[in-house]
């Protein structure tokens, strides 16, 4: 199963080359570059770890791409995402997201029904990840 977070995400994964572009385009309009990682892909885990802070006023894409290889060498089984924040309107709002790395094998999730009062149904979905890894031993 293939995780589908962000933008980009139903395209084959991108090369160095294409998040390069990708990362050219964001500083040109002047967006901020924030890259996260996490072992728990959950769609409703909205904060992921930051690696670092967010890069604020670099010009130059080979810093975002150290970076990136940074936390890909130090994360090796983890989704890394880039996050760019547009601050035009006084506020630090995403713009654009999407995953640099994601593992060779991707776990997945489990649906878990609950039966619950007056014969009503209550789903919830699980990582396997974090079945693998509980919280206390995750980090």
Request: glycine share 6%; net charge neutral.
């Amino acid at each position: 199963m293939r995780l589908t977070q962000g933008a980009f995400s139903y395209l084959p994964d991108f090369t160095d080359a294409q998040i390069i572009k990708q990362v050219d385009y964001y500083l040109n309009k002047g967006w901020s570059i924030g890259i996260e990682w996490t072992d728990d892909p959950h769609p409703r885990n909205a904060y992921w770890e930051l690696w670092g802070l967010p890069l604020f006023d670099v010009k130059d894409s080979s810093v975002i791409i150290y970076e990136i290889n940074e936390c890909r060498r130090l994360n090796p089984q983890g989704y890394i995402k880039l996050v760019a924040f547009n601050a035009s309107r006084g506020v630090e709002s995403s713009a654009a997201s999407f995953i640099v790395q994601r593992p060779k094998y991707e776990p997945g999730f489990y649906l878990e029904r609950t039966e619950a009062e007056g014969r009503s149904l209550r789903y919830t979905i699980h990582s396997y990840s974090v079945n693998r890894n509980p919280e206390g031993s995750r980090y």
